[in-house]
C-alpha cells in the first residue's frame, strides 16, 4: 500500500509536507468522490486511491497493525456490521480525505485520492490507464467491459503504478556505501537500501525478476544515476571459466521458491528451466568493492555465497536466511550473532528482509547463545502459503558483525 519514507525529516518540513498533503486531497477530492448520498456497490473503484491514518476511527486488530510495514499514512479500517458496510460509506462521508470504500470480507478501508509522482519514468502509463478505467461505465453488466476492466487492473499492477500515486519518495542523502543485496526478488530489499542513501548491487538468479524490477521508477531512476547495479546472475561456489552457465529453476508463481537445485519430479512441472550465467559472492567483491553489508537470501545457496568470502575484504555486516552458516561465519572472523524472527505474513506478495542488522529487533550475543536458540536448526527454511495465498515465513535470520 506504501512506499518506503525515511525519517529524518525536520518537523517543519513534516508541517510543509501535511498541509501540502491536505491541499492536494481538498482539492483532489471534488474531482475522486463520488456524489451519491451512498457509494453503489457496484460502482467502478479508481485504480489510484491511497491509504490514510484515521486514528479517532480507525478500527484495526491489533494484528492487523502488526502486518503493515509502513504505518505512515496507513490505515483506516471499518468493520462492515451489515452487507453493505453502511458504517463504512458513514465513515468516508465524514473524513474530508475519503474518495471511496474499499472492502474485503468483513472489513473496509477507506482511501484517499492519489497524490502523483509527476515526472517519474512510467507515470503517464498509470495515469492514462486511470483514465481508461474511469472511461467504463460504472454499472455495466456487459461481460465485455467487465473483462476490460480485470485486465486494466492487471495492467496497473504489473507497471507497478501504486508507487506512483503517493507521492515522491523522500530519500536520505546519498552516502555512497555499498550495500550487496544477494536475493533481490521483489526488490523491496533494494528499495530500502537506496532510500537509506546507500549504493546497492542487487543480484538474482532469475532474469525476469530483474527486469521486473528495474520498471519500479524509483530502482529505474536509482539504476541511470549509477546508485543501483542489478544483474542477473546465479551464485555458485565456484566458477571454472569465464562464461560459465547453470540450468535455473524457475518457479512459476513464487519466484522466490526458484533455485539450481532440481525439483523432485512430481513437483519439476511448476518450474520452467532456463540457463543463466553464474558468478561467485568473491568475484562480485573483487570487482564491485567490500560492501558495508551484506544480505543473503537465495534459498538455500546462502552457504555456496558465504564460502567465497575472503579476509581482507569481508563486510562489516552480513546476513543469511540460514542460521545453519554461524560455524563458518566464526571462521572468517565474525563474534557477534543476532537471531532475527522472519515470521510474518506477507500480505500482497510484500517480501521485506527487515533492514539492517544494528535496527533489527533482536540482541546481540556470541556463537553459544545462537546454538541454544530453538530456531537454531533445518526447520527455519520452512515456508507456508495460506488459503489466501499470502506466504508465511517462518525461517530466522542469522545476522552477524566483528563487534563482540
Same mark, same amino acid.
Given at each position: 500500500?506504501?512506499?518506503?519514507?525515511?525519517?529524518?525529516s525536520?518537523?517543519?518540513?513534516?508541517?510543509?509536507?501535511l498541509i501540502?498533503?491536505?491541499?492536494?486531497?481538498?482539492?483532489?477530492?471534488?474531482?475522486?468522490?463520488?456524489?451519491?448520498?451512498q457509494?453503489?456497490t457496484?460502482?467502478?473503484h479508481?485504480?489510484?486511491?491511497i491509504?490514510?491514518?484515521?486514528?479517532?476511527r480507525?478500527?484495526?486488530t491489533p494484528s492487523m497493525?502488526?502486518?503493515?510495514?509502513?504505518?505512515d499514512?496507513?490505515?483506516?479500517?471499518?468493520k462492515?456490521?451489515?452487507?453493505?458496510?453502511?458504517?463504512?460509506?458513514?465513515?468516508?462521508?465524514?473524513e474530508?480525505?475519503c474518495?471511496?470504500v474499499q472492502r &474485503?470480507g468483513?472489513?473496509?478501508?477507506?482511501?484517499a485520492?492519489?497524490?502523483?509522482?509527476h515526472?517519474?519514468?512510467?507515470?503517464r502509463?498509470?495515469?492514462?490507464?486511470?483514465?481508461q478505467?474511469?472511461?467504463?461505465?460504472?454499472?455495466?453488466?456487459?461481460?465485455?467491459?467487465?473483462?476490460?476492466?480485470?485486465a486494466?487492473?492487471a495492467?496497473?499492477?504489473?507497471?507497478?503504478?501504486?508507487?506512483?500515486?503517493?507521492?515522491e519518495?523522500?530519500?536520505?542523502?546519498?552516502?555512497?556505501?555499498?550495500?550487496y543485496?544477494?536475493?533481490?526478488?521483489?526488490?523491496?530489499d533494494?528499495?530500502y %537500501?537506496?532510500?537509506?542513501?546507500y549504493?546497492?548491487?542487487?543480484?538474482?538468479g532469475?532474469p525476469?525478476?530483474?527486469t521486473?524490477?528495474?520498471?519500479?521508477?524509483?530502482l529505474?531512476?536509482a539504476?541511470?544515476t549509477?546508485?543501483?547495479?542489478a544483474?542477473?546472475?546465479?551464485i555458485?561456489?565456484?566458477v571454472?571459466?569465464?562464461?560459465?552457465t547453470?540450468?535455473?529453476?524457475?518457479?512459476?508463481?513464487?519466484?522466490?521458491w526458484?533455485?539450481?537445485?532440481?525439483?523432485?519430479?512430481?513437483?519439476?512441472?511448476? %518450474?520452467?528451466?532456463?540457463?543463466?550465467? *553464474?558468478t561467485?559472492?568473491?568475484?562480485?567483491i573483487?570487482?564491485?568493492?567490500?560492501p558495508f553489508?551484506?544480505?543473503v537470501?537465495?534459498?538455500?545457496?546462502?552457504?555456496a555465497?558465504l564460502?567465497?568470502?575472503?579476509?581482507?575484504?569481508?563486510?562489516?555486516y *552480513?546476513s543469511?536466511e540460514?542460521?545453519?552458516?554461524l560455524?563458518?561465519?566464526?571462521?572468517l572472523?565474525y563474534?557477534?550473532?543476532?537471531m532475527?524472527?522472519?515470521?510474518?505474513?506477507r500480505l500482497?506478495?510484500?517480501?521485506?528482509?527487515?533492514? %539492517?542488522?544494528?535496527?533489527?529487533?533482536?540482541?546481540w550475543?556470541d &556463537?553459544?547463545?545462537i546454538?541454544a536458540?530453538?530456531?537454531?536448526s533445518?526447520?527455519?527454511?520452512?515456508?507456508r502459503?495460506d488459503?489466501l495465498?499470502?506466504r508465511i515465513?517462518?525461517?530466522?535470520?542469522?545476522?552477524?558483525?566483528f563487534?563482540a
Amino acid at each position: 500500500c506504501c512506499l518506503l519514507y525515511n525519517n529524518h525529516s525536520t518537523p517543519h518540513r513534516h508541517s510543509y509536507m501535511l498541509i501540502h498533503t491536505l491541499m492536494v486531497l481538498a482539492g483532489a477530492r471534488s474531482r475522486y468522490r463520488s456524489t451519491d448520498a451512498q457509494l453503489p456497490t457496484n460502482h467502478t473503484h479508481p485504480l489510484a486511491m491511497i491509504d490514510f491514518r484515521c486514528p479517532t476511527r480507525d478500527e484495526s486488530t491489533p494484528s492487523m497493525k502488526h502486518d503493515v510495514l509502513f504505518l505512515d499514512n496507513c490505515c483506516c479500517r471499518v468493520k462492515c456490521l451489515d452487507s453493505r458496510c453502511s458504517a463504512a460509506h458513514d465513515a468516508c462521508r465524514s473524513e474530508s480525505a475519503c474518495i471511496d470504500v474499499q472492502r &474485503a470480507g468483513n472489513w473496509a478501508t477507506l482511501k484517499a485520492a492519489p497524490m502523483w509522482w509527476h515526472g517519474a519514468p512510467g507515470v503517464r502509463k498509470c495515469q492514462a490507464l486511470e483514465q481508461q478505467l474511469r472511461g467504463l461505465p460504472s454499472k455495466s453488466a456487459r461481460r465485455v467491459e467487465n473483462l476490460r476492466a480485470v485486465a486494466l487492473r492487471a495492467t496497473w499492477r504489473k507497471h507497478h503504478c501504486d508507487e506512483y500515486i503517493v507521492g515522491e519518495p523522500k530519500t536520505a542523502k546519498r552516502t555512497h556505501k555499498l550495500v550487496y543485496d544477494i536475493g533481490f526478488h521483489s526488490g523491496d530489499d533494494t528499495l530500502y %537500501f537506496l532510500q537509506r542513501g546507500y549504493d546497492v548491487v542487487a543480484i538474482d538468479g532469475n532474469p525476469t525478476v530483474i527486469t521486473d524490477g528495474l520498471t519500479r521508477p524509483a530502482l529505474r531512476i536509482a539504476k541511470q544515476t549509477g546508485q543501483l547495479r542489478a544483474l542477473a546472475r546465479g551464485i555458485v561456489k565456484s566458477v571454472t571459466h569465464e562464461n560459465q552457465t547453470l540450468i535455473f529453476y524457475v518457479h512459476r508463481k513464487i519466484s522466490e521458491w526458484s533455485t539450481f537445485n532440481k525439483p523432485s519430479p512430481d513437483k519439476l512441472s511448476a %518450474f520452467d528451466e532456463i540457463s543463466v550465467p *553464474v558468478t561467485t559472492c568473491g568475484t562480485l567483491i573483487r570487482r564491485y568493492g567490500t560492501p558495508f553489508y551484506m544480505k543473503v537470501d537465495i534459498e538455500g545457496f546462502d552457504g555456496a555465497c558465504l564460502g567465497t568470502l575472503e579476509p581482507g575484504r569481508l563486510p562489516a555486516y *552480513v546476513s543469511t536466511e540460514d542460521p545453519l552458516q554461524l560455524e563458518h561465519l566464526l571462521k572468517l572472523g565474525y563474534r557477534s550473532f543476532k537471531m532475527v524472527s522472519q515470521a510474518r505474513t506477507r500480505l500482497g506478495g510484500h517480501q521485506f528482509s527487515g533492514g %539492517f542488522s544494528e535496527e533489527a529487533p533482536g540482541t546481540w550475543g556470541d &556463537a553459544a547463545s545462537i546454538r541454544a536458540h530453538p530456531h537454531y536448526s533445518v526447520e527455519h527454511m520452512h515456508v507456508r502459503i495460506d488459503k489466501l495465498g499470502n506466504r508465511i515465513r517462518e525461517e530466522h535470520d542469522l545476522h552477524a558483525r566483528f563487534a563482540a
